[in-house]
């Protein structure tokens, strides 16, 4: 089985190649990245020299790359991470969300037409339903919600996703979709709230959060994000879209207390800066579909998930500091 990975080289992309490699020793398994801000070689760094890997630097929207690509691999499956994902970013300039996340996934697509595939799969977000009230714990989103996302970047995932059925409507492209919660662990990009708290704990640096704080996210470890997606591209139905969630819905202003409490800091170091443009109040996914069809549900507690992924990076100080010491120090003096 051979298997094109887009956006290989970011933070769920390279922990998924590392979770196959692991799961299937026998596949080939083929990353294409375009390494902007968020992608990093060292994520890939164990498979870089393993034989049946293969890394391809090159953007998913330049069709003549992604053809020659085809071309030469023949992959079996496609699994589309790549994508500009950070919200804030959309806000400040939507335009590179639109291209990378809406024009990318068409022309991935496009090739899946011209050289034949088993399976496309798009790795979407619970983001393009928009949001739920706080004051109504009862409701959920299922895979029948209507899209309503709020941001420039859902709504690129949003529109890719539409473009994703209408492909399997037109042309009978055999593709599933997943729409998943925040994921967190190891790898994820310095800007995205758990590893910025975890980051400035460490330095004592105040913790921005943003509004009053009650904002709620269904945080989800990226590892079970993982073993979801490898059993829809195995087991799922062609033009099926599914619901991955943690079962865990935390407001912010809970996760950085974690954070603090887990590394001894004092709660004196949040700080509550300008609400986010359209915030999001509340996401939370109903995942009955996947527990049905395939009896998955998340393993990794978020206690126990979050302690692994503090020590991961106290551990691994240098992946980050090598990062937020580069052109992400303008992105955050300009952000906070
Ligand atoms: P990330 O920003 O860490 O990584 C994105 C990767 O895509 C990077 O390696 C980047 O170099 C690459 N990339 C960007 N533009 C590209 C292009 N034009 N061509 C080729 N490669 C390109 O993102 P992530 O958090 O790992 O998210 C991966 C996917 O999962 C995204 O599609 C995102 O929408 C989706 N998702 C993320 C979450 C989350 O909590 N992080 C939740 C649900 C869904
Ligand atoms: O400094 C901050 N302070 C703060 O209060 C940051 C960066 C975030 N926040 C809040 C905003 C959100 O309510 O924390 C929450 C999580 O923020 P992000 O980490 O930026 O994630 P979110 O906006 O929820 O989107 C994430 O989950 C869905 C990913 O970035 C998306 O790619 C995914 O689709």
């Known amino acids: 089985m051979k298997i094109l990975v887009t956006g290989g080289a970011g933070f769920i992309g390279s922990n998924f190649i590392h979770y196959m490699m692991e799961k299937h020793p026998d596949y080939r398994i083929i990353c294409l990245d375009k390494l902007t801000y968020a992608g990093n070689l060292r994520n890939l760094e164990s ?4 034989e049946n890997f293969r890394f391809i630097k090159g953007d998913i929207c ?29 806000i400040e300039d939507p335009e590179i969300f639109l291209k990378t996340n809406i024009i990318g996934t068409q022309v991935l697509m496009d090739a899946c037409r011209k050289y034949g595939i088993k399976r496309f799969h ?19 989103f299922t895979e029948k919600s209507p899209l309503k996302p709020s941001s420039p970047y859902s709504a690129s ?10 492909y399997h409507r037109t042309y009978e492209l055999p593709v599933t979709i997943s729409r998943c919660s925040n994921n967190y662990g190891p790898y994820q990009f310095p800007e995205k709230l758990i590893p910025l708290m975890i980051i400035n704990a460490i330095h ?17 470890h990226v590892k079970d994000h993982c073993e979801a997606i490898d059993l829809i591209i195995h087991e799922g139905k062609e033009g099926e879209i599914y619901n991955i969630g943690g079962e865990n819905e935390r407001s912010n202003i809970e996760v950085v207390k974690m954070i603090l409490k887990e590394l001894g800091k004092p709660e004196s170091l949040i ?15 109903d995942i009955t579909k996947m527990k049905e069809e395939f009896g998955w549900s998340p393993k990794i507690s978020f206690e126990e998930g979050l302690r692994s992924t503090i020590k991961w990076y106290l551990e691994n100080r240098n992946w980050w500091e090598e990062i937020i ?3 992400y120090m303008k992105y955050y003096e300009k952000m906070y």
Do not use: C
């Open 47 to 50: 498979a870089l020299n393993r």
């Open 62 to 90: 330049d069709r003549e790359l992604v053809y020659k690509v085809f071309e030469e691999e023949r992959p079996d499956i496609v699994v589309n991470f790549a994508a500009e994902s950070h919200v804030d970013r959309s």
């Open 122 to 140: 798009q790795v979407s977000t619970d983001e393009v339903y928009g949001d739920l009230p706080l004051d109504r714990p009862d409701l959920k």
């Open 157 to 166: 995932k949003a529109s890719a996703d539409l473009l994703v059925m209408a």
């Open 204 to 220: 004592d640096r105040p913790l921005p959060v943003y509004g009053d704080g009650r904002n709620v996210r269904d945080w989800i």
């Open 271 to 285: 700080k509550f800066v300008k609400d986010r443009p359209g915030h999001d109040r509340r996401y939370a996914l």
């Open 325 to 327: 010491n580069g052109e």
